[in-house]
C-alpha cells in the first residue's frame, strides 16, 4: 500500500462534511462562504439528510402532493422548501413545515380540525375561504359572547426533545363591545407574521422523548359575556420554542 | 496476556514505531485491511504515512482505554464511563491539534473516534464568525469579493447573533 494517488482534500472534505453536519442548518449555511471546498461539503445531501426530520419520506407521502421531492435537485433544497412552504397532509387537515434553524418539525392544524364552540352556528361563525390561507377554509366569527377555540395534535408528529410553543394564527379583530375592554386577542401579546397574518402565543409544553398521547391547546374567555365579531380564524400552530441548539444537546430523532 | 503474534508494529509519517495490541489496532479499520491483504507474512509492520507520531499516540491511547474500559463493563455502564474517558481525552487535546487528529484518524478509518473528534470540532466552531473560522482550519478563502457577496446573500439569515471571535 503506498500513499501515492492519497486524496487529502478528499479526505479533507469530507471531515468538514461531518463536522458541518453536527453544528446544525444556520452554521452550515454561515460557513459555506470560507472556501469553495466548505462550500461543497455544507451543499451535500449528507449533511442535509441529518438536519430533515428521520421520517420526512413518510411525512411527505402523507401530503396532498407526494412527488413533490423529486422538484428538487438536493436535499438542502428540500430542506429550505419545507421550511418555506408548508405542505398540506392528510387530506389537508393539517400543514407541515420545517423551523429553519433547527430542523425541528412544524405544524398548523386547520380551522375544520379544530373544536370551536357554536362552530356550526352560521348565525356564530361563517365558513370562508380566505386567499392568503394555507388551507382552504377559515372560520369567521359573525359574533358570540362566549368564544372557545381548541385542537389537539398527537406527540408523536412532534419532533421529541423539543420546547414548543402553541400559537393561535388569526386575521382581523375581535372587537369587543367597549373598547376598556378589550379581550386578550386584540393584546400586546398578538404579533404579526411573515405571512400577513397575526397569532398570539397559547403556552407552551416540552414534547418528551417517547412522549404518547396528545397534547391539547385552547383559548377560551375567561370574563365573557360581551358580544364579539370580526376575528378569522386560519388554525392553531406548534412550532418548536426558539433555543440556540448547542452541539451534542438535544440528541435528534 | 497476549503474545508477541497479536501484537502489530505501526509506523508515524516520521518513521516512528509503535507496537500495539491486535485488539486495539483492529480498530482502525485501515490496518485490519492491510494486514489481511497480507495474512501469512511474518512483518507486522504498518506504515501510516501522512500521520504523524503525535496522532499516532493520541489514536492509540484513545482506543486502549476503549478496549480496556469495553472488557471491564462487559455487564454495562461502558458507555457511560467512555464518555467520562473522552471527556477527559478531549481536555488534554489542543484546539489546533484537533484538526489534524480527526484528518489521522478519518485516514485510518475508525468510526469511533471520528465521531467524538468531529463533535469537539464541531462544539469548538458553532456559532464563531467566519473569519474565525477560516483562520482555524488554515484554509485560504478561494472566493471573489462578488462571490463571496453572492454566497453571504443567500444565507443572510444565518449571519444574525455571530459571536465576535
Known sequence: MGSRGLDLSALLEDCIENVLSLTGPRDTCRLSVISSLFRSAAKSDAVWQKYLPPDYGSIIARSTDPSMFTRFSSLKDLYFSLCDNPILIDDAKLSFSLDKSTGKKCYMLCARNLVIIWGDTPEYWQWTSEAECRFGEVAELISVCWLQIGGKISASLLSPATFYSAYLVSMGLAGAESPTRSVYLNGPYRRERKDGWFEIELGEFFNKEGEEGEIEMSVYEIKGGNWKGGLIVQGIESRPKIKRKRVGENPKE | ?165
Not at chain 2, 489542543?94 to 475508525?110: F, I, Q, R, S, T
Not at chain 2, 468510526?111 to 464568525?129: Q, R, Y
Not at chain 2, 477560516?134 to 446573500?153: C, K
Request: net charge negative; glycine share 4%; with cysteine.
Open chain 2, 1 to 165: 496476556m497476549a503474545s508477541t503474534d497479536d501484537k502489530v508494529i505501526l509506523k508515524s509519517s516520521e518513521g516512528e514505531c509503535f507496537e500495539v495490541d491486535m485488539a486495539v489496532a483492529s480498530h482502525l479499520q485501515i490496518v485490519k485491511s492491510v494486514l489481511e491483504d497480507c495474512e501469512g507474512s511474518s512483518d507486522k509492520v504498518v506504515s501510516l504515512f501522512i500521520v504523524e507520531a503525535k496522532y499516532v499516540a493520541m489514536i492509540i491511547e484513545y482506543y486502549k482505554n476503549y478496549v480496556e474500559l469495553k472488557e471491564k463493563h462487559e455487564e454495562g455502564g461502558f458507555e457511560e464511563k467512555l464518555k467520562e474517558f473522552e471527556k477527559q481525552f478531549l481536555e488534554q487535546i489542543d484546539k489546533k491539534e484537533l484538526k489534524g487528529l480527526v484528518m489521522a484518524v478519518n485516514y485510518l478509518n475508525a468510526p469511533a473516534l471520528f465521531d467524538v473528534v468531529c463533535t469537539a470540532i464541531a462544539k469548538h466552531i458553532e456559532n464563531k464568525s467566519v473569519e474565525y473560522v477560516r483562520e482555524y482550519f488554515g484554509i485560504v478563502n478561494d472566493f471573489t469579493a462578488e462571490e463571496e457577496a453572492q454566497i453571504r446573500e443567500e444565507h443572510r439569515w444565518a449571519y444574525d447573533g455571530v459571536n465576535d471571535d
